[in-house]
């Protein structure tokens, strides 16, 4: 069973930065694209980044720009690095894999943008 450990959340003020990271329990290029979803209360839950096997990543237009998603094979771990965060950054951040079309998913990390 995959698992998938977030970390680095937590309470940011506005224009302030983080760094959010998923360490996975195997080797990240066994999986067909790992991402970052956020999840705010009473929103859906949203991709923000992903990065496949091949490293073609994306982003979200809400977060293009100042967000960076990269990857370190020999830690199995994916990072997410956020700038100029804003209280519409405030949600719950999940890291995501996906194997064959099967989804895993962490437990999630909480950031809240506010003053």
């Known amino acids: 069973q995959v698992q998938l450990v977030e970390s680095g959340g937590g309470l940011v003020q506005p224009g302030g930065s983080l760094t959010l990271s998923c360490a996975a329990s195997?080797?990240?290029?066994?999986?067909?694209?790992m991402g970052w979803y956020r999840q705010a209360p009473g929103k859906e839950r949203e991709l923000v980044a992903s990065?496949?096997?091949?490293?073609?990543?994306r982003y979200s237009d809400s977060v293009k720009g100042r967000s960076l998603i990269y990857r370190d094979g020999a830690k199995n771990t994916v990072w997410l690095q956020m700038s100029s965060l804003s209280p519409e950054d405030t949600a719950l951040y999940y890291c995501?894999?996906?194997?064959?079309?099967?989804?895993?998913w962490g437990q999630g990390t909480q950031v809240t943008v506010s003053s």
């Open positions: 990065i496949n096997v091949g490293g073609t990543i």
């Open positions: 195997e080797n990240i290029f066994n999986f067909n694209i």
């Open positions: 995501n894999s996906q194997i064959l079309r099967v989804n895993y």
